[in-house]
């Protein structure tokens, strides 16, 4: 028995070990200023400014390092400023090494609390990963040559949402409210519903043009009609759950029935992180929850 948990304990620390080797962080170059990052986790957003480096979002603690690495040829200078477009590990791990050298980092007051929050259950409290700046409904930004528009969405992918838009670069990183081409995850512990996660979708429209080029939380960079796409797989999914339930299908059949998701099914939507088994069960428990 012993040799078995020796194995295995071996096996886990070999396999965590190739895991971190294979994390590849690329970057894509959207504007002259501004470059989109991937890794491992959110996709992040990187601004540079006269002042340092802007980035959104900052993935898993284990891959700072590599990701700072990564951002060196791009300028002589620090991160200065994170902003988290919500309280996920994978979008904000990175938030204490990026605060230990030098970056402010702000978010949704509703990030803040969370991370806290789970801090507190942990019997772990951490300050120097909690945002230092808070807001409420958004925040503006201004530099040399852009400006950047911070604007809450509410109730969608987590009660604590962003949009960051660039709006001379004409870039918009809408986090986890964007899953491009894949079903998304709808955190409904943490206050996202799909209507609100629907709303989001709109609210990015309204900020953009065909030009945009958008960065979602996961998935590649996308452009407008990709995220029209997506709004009208929301939609169309939500009413076919709604319809059921007013026919008065309980939560079993809703999940059962494939015919609900069955087109976006055969795009590969159910692929990725989420099933489209689970997804109909989050849309079910979303319109029937009485919060
Ligand atoms: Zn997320």
């Known amino acids: 028995m012993k040799k078995?948990?020796?194995?295995?304990?071996?096996?886990?620390?070999?396999?965590?070990?190739?895991?971190?080797?294979?994390?590849?962080?690329?970057?894509?170059?959207?504007?002259?200023?501004?470059?989109?990052?991937?890794?491992?986790?959110?996709?992040?957003?990187?601004?540079?400014?006269?002042?340092?480096?802007?980035?959104?979002?900052?993935?898993?603690?284990?891959?700072?390092?590599?990701?700072?690495?990564?951002?060196?040829?791009?300028?002589?200078?620090?991160?200065?400023?994170?902003?988290?477009?919500?309280?996920?590990?994978?979008?904000?791990?990175?938030?204490?090494?990026?605060?230990?050298?030098?970056?402010?980092?702000?978010?949704?007051?509703?990030?803040?609390?969370?991370?806290?929050?789970?801090?507190?259950?942990?019997?772990?409290?951490?300050?120097s990963s909690l945002p230092v700046i808070t807001f409420e409904e958004g925040l503006d930004l201004y530099f040399e040559n852009e400006n950047i528009v911070v604007t809450h969405v509410h109730n969608a992918h987590t009660d604590g949402d962003a949009l960051v838009y660039f709006a001379q670069g004409n870039v918009l990183h809408m986090g986890d409210t964007f899953f491009n081409g894949r079903y998304p995850y709808v955190d409904l512990r943490s206050g996202g519903s799909i209507l609100g996660y629907i709303k989001a979708s709109e609210k990015a429209l309204v900020l953009i043009d065909d030009e945009t080029k958008i960065i979602p939380g996961h998935g590649k960079l996308a452009s407008k009609k990709d995220l029209q796409t997506f709004l009208s797989m929301l939609k169309t999914i939500t009413e076919n759950v709604q319809k059921e339930i007013t026919k008065g299908s309980s939560e079993q059949d809703i999940i059962n029935n494939t015919k609900l998701t069955e087109v976006y099914d055969k795009k590969g939507y159910g692929d990725g992180f989420i099933s489209s088994e689970r997804f109909r069960k989050t849309i079910y428990a979303s319109l029937t929850s009485k919060k």
Request: aromatic share 6%.
């Open 4 to 127: 078995i948990i020796v194995a295995l304990s071996l096996f886990s620390t070999f396999a965590l070990q190739a895991q971190q080797k294979e994390v590849v962080i690329t970057l894509q170059e959207l504007t002259p200023d501004i470059q989109m990052l991937t890794g491992q986790g959110g996709n992040i957003g990187v601004f540079k400014n006269e002042k340092g480096l802007f980035i959104i979002d900052d993935q898993f603690a284990r891959l700072s390092s590599k990701i700072l690495t990564k951002l060196k040829p791009i300028s002589d200078q620090p991160v200065t400023m994170v902003v988290n477009t919500h309280f996920h590990g994978d979008h904000t791990g990175g938030n204490e090494n990026m605060s230990k050298q030098g970056a402010t980092i702000f978010a949704q007051k509703n990030v803040r609390k969370r991370m806290l929050n789970n801090q507190k259950q942990k019997g772990q409290i951490n300050k």
